[in-house]
């Protein structure tokens, strides 16, 4: 993990660059908890309905959050500035107390990755293996995308299970055939009708992700999923805080390029190996 050399276990941070300008937070709303069977259960063709108008209503994000990514070296902390707008541009600006300590940018074609400490761009392609170094899921960039703003990535459909309620959780439980193989599993607020939870397997079992949505935080009047936690295979996960978000912003393209950063050098990404 880049994150665990000296200088990056940030305690704070401070709001500094273009990418600021947040319109205020709502207050966080935990999730009811159903003690009993509802009636008239949704079918799994109105529950993936939900999941889908999501990604019309949600378009993108800019936001604060405090992480806590726990992977092969254990658990680091860190306040950050995010910019996610689906299906592949992403900037991540993780905050010292003196300023930007790193940044990582992508328009889906060029990955950008600024260290403070080398006073270095690193440039290369955004694969699975170089954003994992940074966010321990070995996802395509549109599926970390999705993830991040609180939903499953878009899925070809083979076949739905019939809708169940868990008397143990509360939850309405779906669970879908996926094209080309592997199952999805999602979790719902009855009360509420919003995902809670969603896990994807591979066809030999195997976890591709487990994305869990503690809370919601009302913003501009709609609801943000506003405490995510994201596992990988291996249970290395990502747990991201939401505060002072922005809901569809209008984001220059400038913002997922480091064009205009200046470093003393630039190096040429190839494999993880070649990261700070």
């Known amino acids: 993990m880049g994150l665990s050399r000296p200088g990056l276990i940030l305690l704070g941070f401070v709001l500094v660059g273009e990418v600021l300008g947040w319109v205020g937070c709502g207050a966080r709303r935990a999730l009811p908890r159903i003690s009993e069977v509802p009636s008239g259960l949704p079918s799994a063709g109105e529950l993936l309905a939900r999941v889908e108008h999501e990604r019309t209503r949600l378009r993108g994000l800019r936001t604060v959050a405090d992480s806590e990514i726990s992977g092969s070296e254990g658990p680091i902390r860190a306040s950050e500035v995010l910019l996610v707008e689906p299906p592949a541009r992403l900037r991540i600006e993780v905050l010292s107390i003196f300023g930007i300590a790193w940044i990582l940018a992508t328009d889906g074609e060029v990955l950008d990755i600024y260290s403070r400490e080398d006073d270095t761009i690193y440039r290369g392609t955004p694969t699975p293996e170089l954003i994992a170094h940074y966010l321990p899921v070995p996802l395509a960039l549109d599926e970390i995308t999705e993830l991040l703003l609180g939903r ?28 080309g193989g592997g199952t999805e599993t999602m979790w719902f607020n009855g009360a509420a009708g919003l995902l809670v939870r969603c896990e994807e397997r591979a066809s030999d079992g195997a976890l591709r992700f487990d994305l869990r949505i503690k809370a919601y935080r009302e913003v501009s009047a709609a609801l943000l999923g506003s405490d995510i936690t994201i596992v990988g295979p291996g249970g290395a996960h990502v747990r991201l805080a939401y505060a002072r978000s922005e809901l569809n912003p209008m984001l220059s393209a400038d913002l997922f390029r480091l064009r205009h950063v200046f470093a003393a050098s630039e190096v040429p990404l190839g494999t993880p190996d070649d990261l700070p």
Not at 156 to 174: K, S
């Open 152 to 179: 499953p990535p878009k899925r070809d459909v083979a076949e739905a299970g019939a809708v169940a309620w868990e008397p143990e959780t509360g939850l309405l439980r779906l669970t879908i055939g996926l094209r």
